[in-house]
T-cell receptor, first 117, second 115 residues
Framework: DGGITQSPKYLFRKEGQNVTLSCEQNLNHDAMYWYRQDPGQGLRLIYYSQIVNDFQKGDIAEGYSVSREKKESFPLTVTSAQKNPTAFYLC????????????????FGEGSRLTVL | KQEVTQIPAALSVPEGENLVLNCSFTDSAIYNLQWFRQDPGKGLTSLLLIQSSQREQTSGRLNASLDKSSGRSTLYIAASQPGDSATYLCAVKKGRSYNTDKLIFGTGTRLQVFP
């Protein structure tokens, strides 16, 4: 079945370490996104990519980095420069081919919960 | 700056009730609005998407309406069931063009339906 796979589901990190969260999709979607979710706050956009080898900063990109070498993959690295990395991270994708069937609907993975010890 | 607000923040109702969840946004120049469901510790599941030219969308017991001029959308859940318990989020896509890809999310309404 088509979908978005995030791994790992849970991740623990010591302060000062970089960690990479994986996001893979087999929906043939062009656009992919990383969001961060904190209790009591709406989802906030970290980075997004509309096409391979191109990505744009979102609202809270500081301390994060991404790459888009393949259409199917959009990994997120949480660097030691991110001051408050403990959060729930969500990857999403959408098609950019807008027609009657493809309406720009956003599809999400199951999320990765990162805890800094 | 677009802001999205959802009221109430939490709602607890007995099974069988019809519910209305509210979403308001400050800038009426939106491309579409999407309603999601999120179970605890899980990702978001898309429920309904309304294009800016549409007034409502229906899927099963769910009906979402959109009034751009007043900056409001409502999600109507008919005959609520315990399985409907989850957090419901709305999100608006900024701008008039599909090239503006960012969504702005509300903080959600946490719904509990008890037997």
């Amino acid at each position: 079945d088509g979908g978005i796979t995030q791994s790992p589901k849970y991740l623990f990190r010591k302060e000062g370490q970089n960690v990479t969260l994986s996001c893979e999709q087999n929906l043939n979607h062009d656009a992919m996104y990383w969001y961060r979710q904190d209790p009591g706050q709406g989802l906030r956009l970290i980075y997004y990519s509309q096409i391979v080898n191109d990505f744009q900063k979102g609202d809270i990109a500081e301390g994060y980095s991404v790459s888009r070498e393949k259409k199917e993959s959009f990994p997120l690295t949480v660097t030691s420069a991110q001051k408050n990395p403990t959060a729930f991270y969500l990857c999403a994708s959408s098609t950019r081919r807008f027609n009657q069937k493809n309406t720009g609907e956003l599809f999400f993975g199951e999320g990765s919960r990162l805890t800094v010890l | 700056k677009q802001e999205v607000t959802q009221i109430p923040a939490a709602l607890s109702v007995p099974e069988g009730e019809n519910l209305v969840l509210n979403c308001s946004f400050t800038d009426s120049a939106i491309y579409n609005l999407q309603w999601f469901r999120q179970d605890p510790g899980k990702g978001l599941t898309s429920l309904l998407l309304i294009q800016s030219s549409q007034r409502e969308q229906t899927s099963g017991r769910l009906n979402a309406s959109l009034d751009k001029s007043s900056g409001r959308s409502t999600l109507y859940i008919a005959a609520s069931q315990p399985g409907d318990s989850a957090t419901y989020l709305c999100a608006v896509k900024k701008g008039r063009s599909y090239n503006t890809d960012k969504l702005i999310f509300g903080t959600g309404t946490r719904l509990q339906v008890f037997p």
